[in-house]
């Protein structure tokens, strides 16, 4: 019904920058929000960015001022840039959407395939 593929991704130096890319497409009638969650190995998923077809933002406080989430909505592509990377950021990320694919059934959530970004020290 909605696949979420990610590019982007990789080792980059502490200090440095990457941007990540999420496209949805299939068959849905509203997808929103979108956003990313990232997860380190033994710990829980947590919330990095969301933004909403308004344009309405809402970040974890470990990246504000450092990351930047941004929204196509006619692509319906949402990107993540991310500068200033910390040892600490190293997690998989999770593109995420809530998505509502028939009429009579609610919003449902959808996750992309995990993109790995490693900082180095």
């Known amino acids: 019904q909605v696949q979420l593929v990610e590019s982007g991704g990789g080792l980059v130096q502490a200090g440095g920058s990457v941007r990540l890319s999420c496209a949805a497409s299939g068959s849905f009638l509203v997808i929103n929000p979108m956003g990313w969650y990232r997860q380190a190995p033994g710990k829980q998923r947590e919330l990095v960015a969301t933004m909403t077809t308004g344009g309405s933002t809402n970040y974890a406080d470990s990246v504000k001022g450092r990351f930047t989430i941004s929204r196509d909505n006619a692509k319906n592509t949402v990107y993540l840039q991310m500068n200033s990377l910390k040892p600490e950021d190293t997690a998989a990320y999770y593109c995420?959407?809530?998505?509502?694919?028939?009429?009579?059934?609610?919003?449902?959530?959808?996750w992309g395939q995990g993109a790995q970004v490693t900082v180095s020290s």
């Open positions: 995420h959407a809530d998505a509502l694919v028939k009429w009579y059934s609610g919003m449902n959530t959808y």
